[in-house]
């Protein structure tokens, strides 16, 4: 089993800056990509970043230029910059991998942390 660990939600001001962390821990995978989405409230859960095992990433359209995708080892950073009020959102990290064992493919969900943008 694989955890997923999110921190570094929290209030920020519109204008502001917030960085959240994902930290995947547990059985050993081989991870392909490590992704961003967002949730607000009565809406769909929407895709936000993904960056893959190469390096390549994408954003979504409203966040171009305004948020970062990184990575390092087994953790995804997801660094927010000029954030806006519609940022407003419940944000998951998703993992997904290959078991080195059985070349099954696995997908987890982190337990999401709250980013709240308000004045």
């Known amino acids: 089993q694989v955890q997923l660990v999110e921190s570094g939600g929290g209030l920020v001001q519109p204008g502001g800056s917030l960085r959240l962390s994902c930290a995947a821990s547990?059985?050993?995978?081989?991870?392909?990509?490590m992704e961003w989405y967002r949730q607000a409230p009565g809406k769909q859960r929407e895709l936000v970043a993904t960056?893959?095992?190469?390096?390549a990433t994408n954003y979504a359209n409203s966040v171009k230029g305004r948020f970062t995708i990184s990575r390092n080892k087994n953790t995804v950073y997801l660094q927010m910059n000029s954030l806006k009020p519609e940022d407003m959102a419940v944000y998951y990290c998703?993992?997904?991998?290959?078991?080195?064992?059985?070349?099954?493919?696995?997908?987890?969900w982190g337990q999401g942390t709250q980013v709240t943008v308000s004045s």
């Open positions: 547990g059985s050993i995978f081989d991870i392909n990509s």
């Open positions: 960056i893959t095992s190469t390096g």
């Open positions: 998703y993992v997904v991998g290959v078991s080195p064992y059985n070349g099954d493919e696995y997908a987890y």
